[in-house]
Structures are given as C-alpha cells and as structure tokens.
C-alpha cells in the first residue's frame, strides 16, 4: 500500500512538473507574439526584432547572386581585372595604363579612388538605384551577372564565406546554395559529344568520355573552396566570423538556357555530384524562366529529370517554376510550368511559384501541392523588383489558404540588394503575419531541407515530435537518453533540434 501510494506521488510530480514545463514554454512563445503585435506599427523595431528571429534556412540562394557588388569590386581588383567604363562589363588585362577619368578600359581597382565609377559599377552590378521606367526591372536584375562574371571565377571560396557571414547575422543556420560547381566543364563535354536523343545512351557516353572524372575534380575544388571559405572566416580562431557556424550544402546548379546536351550533360553531373559527395544535397535548373531556350525547351527538361529520376531515385530536385508574369511571356505560356515540374520533373519544392494562379485548373494544382507537401521557396524581394508581383498580388497568402508548405528565402540578396530579415519584415507589413506563422515559416525551411535522416516531426502540420522526444524541454542542456539517440542518427532533426533551442532561448527575452 505504501509503495502504491509512493508511486502515485511520483507520478503526480512528474505530470505536475510536465504541465509546468508546457506552461513555461508556452508564457513565453505568448509574450513573445505579444511583444512582436506591440511593436508591429514600428517598422524600426519590428526590424530589429526579426533581425534576431531565428529563421532555420535559406533553401533558395543562388551564390553568385548572394555577394554584394562591394565584394566583387574586391575579388576584381585582386584579380587585375579590368572594367569597361561605359557598360561596367568586367574586362580581362592589359587595363588603360592610368586611371585618368577620359579612358574607357581602367584598372578595376581606379574605383577605389574615382567615387563615380565606384557608384556606377554598384548600380550596374545590382539593383541599388534602380527606378521603374527605366530598363525593367528584369532586365536590370538578369544582367548584371555577366557584368561582374569574370569576379566570380577564382573566387568561390570567398563568396561561399560572404554567404555564410550574411546568413549567421541574418539568425540562420543553414543554407543551401545553387552552384555550378564543376565550372561549366560537363556543359563543354555535352556539347563535345553531340545531341542523342536516346537519352540511356547518351548518358553511358557522357560517363564513359570523362563525366566521371569531371565529377571527382569537382570534389576536389570543393575542397578547396570550403578551405578557402574557413580561411576567410577564420574558422576555428578567438576571431571566427559568425559564418562559421551556418551549414553550408550545395545544390547544383544546372543552366537550362544552354543547348539541350549540355544541359542534360549538367544533369547528369549534378545527379552525380549528390549521389557521391554529401555536401551537394540535389539539383536545381536555373535562368530565367521567360527567355527563348528555357521556355521552348521546358518540357525536353522536364522529360530528362523524368528518366534521370528513375536512375538516381534518391537525389532530392528542387526547381524553378512560375518565376513568370502576365505580359512577360503569352497566356498559353503560363499553364503548366509548376505542375510539369511536379508531376514529371519529381520536384519536392518549387522555386517562386508566382503564376499559380494562371495555371490550368489551378485550385486542383493547390490541392495536390498540399497533397504531396510540395514546398513552395517564396522569395518576396526578387519577385517584386524582377516581375513586379507583391502585396495582394502575389499568391502567398494564397499557399498559406490552401495549406501549400512555404517559406522565405533570399534568392539573390547581393543583387536586390536585400537580405531574408528584411524579407520577414515585407510578409509581415504586407500579410499581417503572426509570430506563430514566422515560426511556421522557419520550421518548414528545415522540415522541408534536403539534408539527410528523418525529420523532428512525425506531425509536420502541427510540429509534433516523434515519440523519442515527445516531452523534451528544448532549451535543456541536455536531452532523454532516446531522444538524443534519435538525433545522433540524422542529421536533418539535429538541426531542427538546434532551431528549437534557438527559439526557446529567444523567447526567454520576453
């Protein structure tokens, strides 16, 4: 009797002790929303709240994209480079021998001395200064990457190192970024080979004429950009950047603006690359979506995902679709790109997604997105400056109605000049958004990451944990000896794990 009546105290401690604990967590994620809504109508505050938000992950930045003309400005003037004064296309040497103001073709490194050339080179390589009415914003947005090209070429390292610094004081901690790691070499040996419209057998000739050793080099200067990325950072040092402690992985970069074997030879390096190397996560196809090549050749690229999928059935894809607007391109044009990739590109996410809405019976789209939890990569920024689409005309808060997972992301940050706080800023001002959806919004960017192991959540709707770390207190120092199995065996709850912690210690400040 006595030791029943012992047990029954113990039990009641335990769920007493349970329910404070629960009630702890929750008073502090409430008076965190109601900090957040007192401050909601100032802008300024409100910014440097969500500066300090954790926000999980970038899953949508293009690398080259993410560097801020300033940084490219460096890398060229290392590099020698020289630019051209009119169109601030970067030149390769011999520059004009002086910086005199009258010749067309100085050295990059005159910017540092000439304010008019520094602030022309900046506008030009971003979209800072740029007005409607002008070139669109489009146009301005797409070329400025040929303008700053040749600063990008021996400069991986440093501007995976800028991408990761950006990230950390952005509050994130991982990041995926698109990059065509192999340096265009596969695109070179596809248009070496030849167009095969027998795609089996064009795969086995790319492999057998050195796309494997393409692949092994590529590892190797990845290497060699990561050690470089550390160094700039000066990781492992009482000096290390915050960038230090922001997971990297690639996605590899596919250019679907090439002629079609080289764009099926950059796909098949990078199904290759995430198969084989543990830091390239998938595969993404890129460039604008509304030009000549990459709308004609849409559905070919859709049809070789198709088959390469069925190779490699493990590799994650991620896709640009719907990046496109009324006008841009005809009516008849905007139909049918987000479902294709869905349905016979094996997407798992979407990329923008803004024409939705102009797709053929779209609110069935809606729901098989939801469906299949199809993950959609908003990028409020870039899809304002680029298409112009914002505010009750982007189709955001129309994802979040028909329960389509979403998230923010970067895109290019360096060019819109724009970073992902200032992103959770414009979805809160534009879509009056509550803490409990920026949360949302953080938990989906890892539950829908591509890192490997399986998820935090066995309820990823209402974030429930699996059972192993059902009553875990994520701001303890340590965890449950089977919840911390859990963990030890993926990779992906780990950091999902990390972003609890981080949003239990952001909550105690309020």
């Not at 690398?63 to 030149?91: K, M, N, P, Q």
């Not at 808060?397 to 200032?422: I, K």
């Not at 959540?457 to 974030?463: E, G, L, R, S």
Request: proline share 4%; glycine share 6%.
């Amino acid at each position: 009797m006595r030791r029943a009546v012992h047990s029954l105290l113990c039990l009641g401690l335990i769920l007493v002790a349970r329910f404070s604990s629960a009630q702890v967590n929750n008073s502090t994620e409430q008076r965190t929303s109601r900090y957040m809504d007192s401050i909601r109508r100032q802008p300024p505050v409100l910014l440097a709240f969500l500066r300090d938000m954790p926000k999980g992950g970038d899953l949508h930045n293009h690398l080259s994209g993410a560097v801020y003309a300033e940084s490219f400005i460096d890398f060229a003037a290392e590099d020698g480079l020289c630019v051209d004064r009119t169109t601030s296309i970067l030149i390769a040497p011999p520059c004009d021998a002086t910086c005199d103001r009258f010749n067309n073709k100085p050295a990059i490194r005159c910017a540092y001395h000439d304010q008019v050339l520094y602030n022309s080179v900046v506008d030009a390589w971003s979209m800072r200064n740029w007005e409607r009415g002008s070139d669109s914003g489009h146009d301005h947005f797409f070329a400025t990457f040929d303008k700053f090209l040749l600063a990008t070429l021996n400069h991986a390292g440093d501007s995976i190192a800028d991408a990761a610094s950006h990230a950390a004081h952005d509050d994130l901690q991982y990041v995926e970024l698109m990059y065509t790691a192999d340096g265009m070499q596969s695109a070179a040996l596809g248009a070496k080979a030849g167009w095969d419209t027998d795609l089996p057998k064009f795969r086995e000739k790319l492999l057998a004429r050195g796309l494997k050793e393409i692949v092994a080099s590529t590892r190797k200067d990845l290497d060699a950009s990561e050690a470089q990325m550390h160094s700039r950072l000066k990781c492992g040092t009482a000096q290390a950047d915050p960038g230090c402690n922001v997971t990297v992985r690639y996605l590899y970069q596919v250019l679907r603006g090439l002629s079609p074997e080289q764009v099926f030879a950059q796909i098949v390096t990078g199904f290759e690359l995430a198969q084989s190397d543990s830091r390239v996560v998938g595969l993404n196809l890129v460039m604008p979506e509304d030009w000549y090549v990459p709308m004609h050749d849409f559905d070919l690229h859709m049809h070789m995902l198709d088959y390469l999928h069925g190779v490699y059935p493990k590799v994650h894809i991620s896709l640009h679709a719907g990046e496109i607007s009324m006008g841009l391109v005809t009516p008849t044009e905007m139909r049918s790109h987000i479902r294709e990739s869905i349905e016979l590109g094996h997407a798992e996410r979407i990329g923008h997604g803004v024409d939705v809405m102009n797709e053929d019976h779209a609110i069935d789209l809606l729901h098989e997105m939801a469906a299949k939890n199809i993950l959609v990569e908003i990028c409020l920024t870039s899809n304002d400056s680029i298409l112009g689409v914002k505010e009750n005309d982007h189709p955001f808060p129309t994802y979040l109605r028909y329960s389509v997972p979403v998230t923010l992301a970067s895109d290019d940050e360096g060019v819109s000049r724009s970073d992902l706080t200032h992103d959770y800023l414009r979805a809160v001002e534009s879509y009056n958004l509550s803490y409990a959806d920026l949360k949302r919004l953080a938990r989906q960017s890892l539950e829908h990451s591509f890192l490997p192991g399986a998820s935090l959540w066995v309820d990823a709707q209402h974030f429930r944990p699996v059972a192993d770390c059902a009553s875990t207190d994520w701001g303890a120092s340590s965890l449950p000896a089977g919840c911390q199995k859990f963990l030890d065996g993926s990779e992906h709850a780990r950091m999902q794990r990390r972003l609890e912690q981080e949003f239990s210690t952001f909550e105690k400040k309020y």
